[in-house]
């Protein structure tokens, strides 16, 4: 196994991943296990590559609830706006989107629609 670039290619992944915090500094095994031979060496390879891995997961998976917030967020404001639209009689095409849009919002998140913010 090669710690060294498996490890510089998370990095790379790391650093294609959007909305992430923070990049996370590179580890470079070869100063840090400079002093570590044979077994030992080998065991301080794997940790690092599996601490590297659960790291990239955590951004990952913290990247995308980000990035689903913001869809919910943006998805709501299109709900507010043809609300709002479908009380004009000119859109009253709208009424049949906007319960559709109320009944799958009840139906996944168990409650009403939250009242806009203003």
């Known amino acids: 196994m090669n710690a060294e670039a498996i490890l510089r290619k998370l990095s790379q992944i790391q650093g294609a991943i959007p909305q992430l915090p923070q990049p996370r500094p590179e580890i ?9 031979e044979g077994d030992a060496l080998d065991d301080f390879e794997c940790a690092a590559v599996a601490d590297a891995l659960e790291a990239m997961a955590d951004d990952l998976a913290a990247a995308i609830a ?8 943006k998805c709501l ?11 004009d009689p000119a859109h009253a095409d709208l009424i049949p989107h906007v319960e ?15 009242a806009r913010r203003r």
């Open 28 to 36: 470079e095994i070869s100063t840090i296990g400079a002093t570590l």
């Open 66 to 73: 980000d990035a689903r917030a913001d869809l919910f967020a």
């Open 77 to 87: 404001e299109v709900y507010y706006a043809a609300e709002e639209l479908s009380r």
């Open 100 to 114: 559709e849009m109320r009944r799958a919002y009840q139906q996944s998140c168990g409650k009403p629609i939250p």
